[in-house]
């Protein structure tokens, strides 16, 4: 099966710095099963449309990276730009059949809201220098972790790994074992910087729900005292988990900070 591919819709002109409130995220170009010797052909996306690129930011702010068992292997995947679709391609060749899991990270950065609703790409200082006819109203850090779960495994247990991110989504039902039904549940755990995060808002969409409406999702919830949530998968094809959190920024001359987090797997 091959995933829904649909035009970008026309972009809104805007002040640099648009793509903060973007998802970022990795999904395969091609939604089917993956053996070892397989190239695997993946995109990466800014974006607020399931399955549609938006916006390309700057390369060096994104990165893929390759995970089995929880750590590591190679470095990160080189990008290429797709001007057509918006977004960046990269791919993979599985070297066994061990699960893998793809990272997409839009990495750190901030950026300044100013008072007349326009953004900007930099911090308090940066901004206020080179837009100092503008009044800066709030100033974000701001980064995007993502995962896709590429082949699972029924008999495997990596997948509830994680990958130490500031904020991240543990799948707690194995990707593989997820399928469509009436009474079929999934449930996952919300970490921030390894601890449960309870209260957190989630999001839960598929391929094909209500695709011309942007940051729309099929379903929302709310983490419990662990950090745990379920969503009903009345769907195959690709889904994705989505949450984020914001909080008083760590960062010296900075109001807040804002961190999202995604799950992407498929379900047969």
Known sequence: MKKTLFFAPALCAMIVGAAAAHEFYVMPDEVKD??????????????????VGEELEPVEVNEVLVYKSGKQVNGE????????RLLYETSYTLTDDAPVVIAGNRKGGFYCRFTDGG?????KAEVSAAVPDKTIS?????????KLYLNPKADDTSYSIPLGYDLEIIPLTNPAKIKKGAFSTAKFKVLYKGQALSGAEVDATY???????????????KTDAKGEVSFKIDHDGLWIIRTSDTRRSSYPDTDEDNIAAIVVFNVK
């Not at 993956?34 to 399955?51: N, Q, R």
């Not at 953004?119 to 911090?123: H, K, L, Q, W």
């Not at 709030?138 to 993502?146: G, N, V």
């Open 34 to 51: 993956y053996k070892k010797g397989d190239t695997v052909k993946i995109d990466a996306l800014s974006t607020h449309y399931f399955t």
């Open 77 to 84: 995947l080189p990008l290429t730009e797709n001007r057509d």
């Open 138 to 146: 709030l100033t974000r850090y701001f980064a995007k972790y993502s």
């Open 119 to 123: 953004y900007a790409d930099g911090t």
């Open 207 to 221: 391929d094909y729900y209500n695709y011309k409406t942007p940051d729309t999702y099929a379903q929302k919830a």
